[in-house]
């Protein structure tokens, strides 16, 4: 897996509309490459790991929202998304989960109150997977899973488009 899978799920969910959060989201992938990289044995090297990592599953997180909330418009999944966002100007794991425990109830809301239909199924389930992953190697996982069904819905929408469009 590399950053372009990762750029292509993100340019393929957002719109230009969207630009600056796309230019948030779009370094997280390398950024944690990077870190990965120039990682040494130490504890100071390790943060930084760890922090590059939780960053990229709150720009997978953002991005999973962002599908859920273009699925039904649901504002639970929008104020899901805008507290990852908010997590995102965090400077270090412990500030992340600090803002993420604060209204950590959005969470439980988002499961509770969602008119769930298969294709909210199947963005929850890996909203889920991005919240347990531990590895790069999961989250690659979920990066390819993601963008294959972001593709799929565009499929669809263009799909009920040409359904909807009267025949001459």
């Known amino acids: 897996m590399s950053a372009s899978s990762y750029q292509q799920l993100l340019t393929h969910v957002f719109t230009p509309a969207d630009a600056a959060l796309q230019d948030q989201l779009f370094p997280l992938y390398q950024d944690l490459e990077t870190a990965l990289k120039e990682a040494r ?56 989960d600090k803002v993420i425990q604060k209204k950590s109830h959005l969470f439980e809301e988002l499961y509770t109150e969602l008119y769930v239909n298969a294709d909210a199924e199947q963005v929850l389930a890996l909203f889920e997977t991005t919240l347990h992953a531990t590895t790069q190697q999961e989250t690659d996982q979920v990066i390819t899973q993601t963008l294959q069904l972001a593709q799929d819905l565009e499929f669809h929408a263009d799909a009920s488009d040409e359904e909807d469009s009267p025949e001459a």
């Not at 997180?61 to 962002?66: D, R, V, W």
């Not at 104020?79 to 400077?91: K, S």
Request: hydrophobic residues 40%; aromatic residues 4%.
């Open 41 to 96: 044995p130490g504890r100071q090297s390790q943060e930084n790991v760890s922090f590059r990592f939780e960053r990229l599953r709150l720009g997978l997180g953002i991005t999973l929202m962002q599908l859920l909330t273009d699925l039904g418009g649901d504002e639970d999944s929008a104020l899901v998304r805008d507290l990852l966002e908010e997590a995102l100007a965090a400077t270090s794991v412990e500030q992340i």
